[in-house]
């Protein structure tokens, strides 16, 4: 397809089914605010999108260094997508660094936009290039764009009146209005949401918008570029849509619960990497009975949290795993007390600090057995940011039916990544029925009576008239919770918490197998890995492979019907971002040879590594064993 461009050249236009493009430059640089805009942009326009942020862990990294680098990576797409993609496609890198620190990402032949001004002596010294990257012929293979942002967003900008420090924070909008005009995204959203934002700095919005103008602008009349892309809208369900991150579903879905029990919603919580941003959400909904509590440490925020429980509400805290070990001796009391209570722990990679910035599946073993003594706890994992939202309020539910702590297992994956989320209303959101205790005339009331079903003990609210009890950290005796060094009593109290969370399994749907309900292979997976793991199963099937794919959102227990799954495949394969941990808890439960396919580099799996690995599973099943 060709059409006419305003400067009359004969520009072509290709219709694309994918793109992936990454923005990257300093921390000051604005790449995640450019790489927002676009992702909320493709959004509006019907673009199926998944985004990942990556930001530096160091703070303050010297300006044009290499552990400086902020970037933002967005895929959208005219069909349903699972993952920020592989490899990018694009590349903007800004300066020196960003270039350095993604070239290795990128596949021959990728496009590469560099901001031209940038590549002067000191900031390539500061990289560590001893010779420009743009003259030595090193980016041969890829398609290089030079483009001047810095001095074009000068020029554009030296009739306002703004300081060469404001100028220079405008350059991320040059540099979003050409990939606008390149990838055919309407301007007119992002016009709309710098006036709202910079309302009350009038120069700023129109600095902001002349760049993003100027950016178009030379996308349409610069010689460089001879062609232009289009992404048609992909086919989703009908429906109110907006674009959310793993942390932001997390928070609305805690207040979902909130608005569906009529119970008031308590977060305490100190903040930490990646999970700090429930923390923000869920400050905006006071208006909604919301308390949130930013404590002095990880142990006053689940201590304030067990409190709340204790009084009625609906009590959450949430950490990563540093903050997790924390938090292990007060969740010890919350089982033992055997009250309801979420904990979000939003994992990143360790151990102790170790990289703050980036993802890692390796505390599930630190949420199953993390705690002295018999301690167990219900354990989820929801497996998009989107799914963060469900369930955050099926960790609730599970938490109020049953009476017990449960874990809700992210990662800096999810919580930072985002997809459009079709809006529920309310009516449609599963039903919460809280139950507190009740008096009765004529007889003692006993906190740890329980239900026969669920063996779920009662929740009684501190103040109710006949419910006088006492709880604490010393082991109870059944029934009527006063304190008790009896063994006997101890080993039962011992078997009763365990088989209350066992009995969980009865209350959460069968696991579900995605393909094939039999076959060859069976991929499991849990966590973030869904993406790469569906879409590489995807493609597997495509091509007439007997390939499943089967991803546990409940963890401890599993759902009940999970050990007849695996029973029915040849191979039963599973990649985590860990050294083993779910391999290891299901061929110890289930003893089946679980394979697992480990790393732990801090980064998601991608899909063509993990079509590759499935493939070689695949051959392996088919051929017959060594004599």
């Known amino acids: 397809m060709h059409a006419d461009d305003a400067a009359g050249r004969v520009v072509e236009r290709k219709e694309l089914s994918r793109v992936t493009i990454r923005f990257s430059g300093d921390s000051g640089d604005g790449m995640q605010l450019a790489g927002t805009h676009f992702t909320n942009t493709s959004a509006l326009i019907g673009n199926d999108v998944s985004s990942l942020p990556e930001f530096p862990a160091e703070i303050r990294a010297p300006a044009g260094s290499v552990p400086g680098v902020s970037s933002f990576q967005i895929s959208f797409a005219d069909e349903d997508i699972f993952t920020p993609g592989d490899r990018p496609d694009v590349l903007v890198a800004m300066n020196p660094a960003a270039l350095k620190a993604n070239l290795h990402d990128l596949p021959r032949g990728a496009t590469i936009i560099v901001n031209s001004d940038e590549f002067h002596a000191a ?9 420009s990257p743009l003259e030595d012929g090193s980016l041969a293979s890829f398609r290089l764009f030079e483009v001047p942002i810095t001095s074009m967003n000068e020029r554009t900008l030296a009739e306002t009146g703004l300081g060469s420090h404001e100028v220079a924070r405008c350059k991320n909008f040059f540099a979003l209005g050409l990939m606008y005009w390149l990838y055919n995204r309407p301007i007119d959203p992002t016009l709309r949401l710098i006036a709202d934002k910079f309302g009350r700095r009038a120069d700023l ?16 009349t610069a010689e460089m570029f001879s062609e232009h892309y289009v992404v048609r809208p992909a086919h989703l369900k009908p429906g109110t849509y907006r674009n959310l991150t793993g942390n ?15 119970l008031p919603l308590f977060y305490g919580s100190y903040p930490i990497t990646p999970a700090s941003e429930i923390l923000h959400e869920l400050s905006r909904f006071k208006q909604f009975g919301v308390k949130t509590f930013q404590a002095e440490d990880e142990i006053a925020a ?12 609906l009590g959450l805290t949430g950490t990563s795993g540093p903050g997790f070990a924390l938090k292990s001796e007060a969740l010890g009391m919350a089982v033992m007390t055997e009250l309801p209570l979420v904990v979000v722990n939003v994992q990143r990679a360790g151990p102790s600090t170790g990289m703050p910035t980036r993802t890692e599946q390796a505390d599930l073993l630190q949420a199953m057995f993390g705690r002295n003594g018999e301690s167990p706890v219900a354990v989820l994992a929801p497996a998009t940011p989107a799914d963060c939202f469900e369930m955050a309020i099926e960790a609730f539910r599970l938490a109020l039916r049953h009476m017990t702590p449960v874990v809700l297992l992210s990662d800096g994956y999810l919580a930072n990544g ?5 809006v529920p209303a309310l009516a449609d959101l599963p039903r919460i029925e809280v139950k507190y205790a009740e008096a009765r005339p004529g007889e003692t009331f006993r906190p740890y009576a329980r239900d026969p079903q669920w063996l779920a003990r009662p929740w009684a609210v501190p103040g109710t008239p006949g419910l006088e009890h006492r709880l604490g950290t010393l082991e109870k005796q059944d029934g009527s919770g006063t304190v008790s060094y009896d063994g006997e009593n101890h080993h ?10 066992a009995r969980i399994a009865q209350d959460v749907p069968p696991q579900e197998v995605w393909g094939g309900d039999e076959g060859r292979v069976l991929v499991l997976g849990w966590g973030s890995t869904f993406g790469a793991l569906r879409s590489a199963v995807q493609r597997h099937r495509r091509e007439g492979r007997a390939v499943s794919h089967a991803h546990l959102r409940y963890l401890n227990p599993f759902p009940a019907n999970l050990g007849e799954i695996l029973g029915r495949f040849e191979r039963v394969w599973l990649p985590e971002i860990n050294l083993g941990q779910l391999a290891l808890l299901l061929r110890a439960r289930f003893l089946v040879d679980v394979l697992g396919y480990n790393r732990v580099a801090g980064q998601p799996f991608g899909i063509s590594e993990i079509y590759d690995q499935i493939g070689q599973q695949y051959e392996a099943a088919s051929s017959p064993p060594a004599r």
């Open 205 to 220: 919005a129109v600095a902001n918008q002349l760049a993003l103008k100027a950016g178009h602008a030379f996308g349409e």
């Open 418 to 422: 985002s997809e459009p989320w079709r």
């Open 248 to 262: 932001t579903a997390t928070a609305l879905g805690c207040l979902a619960v909130s608005q569906i029990t009529g």
């Open 302 to 313: 689940i201590g304030s949290t067990i409190g709340a429980a204790f009084g009625g509400a």
């Open 492 to 501: 039962r109290m011992v078997e009763l918490r365990a088989e209350k969370i």
């Open 123 to 131: 900031n390539l010294k500061k990289a560590s290039y001893a010779r």
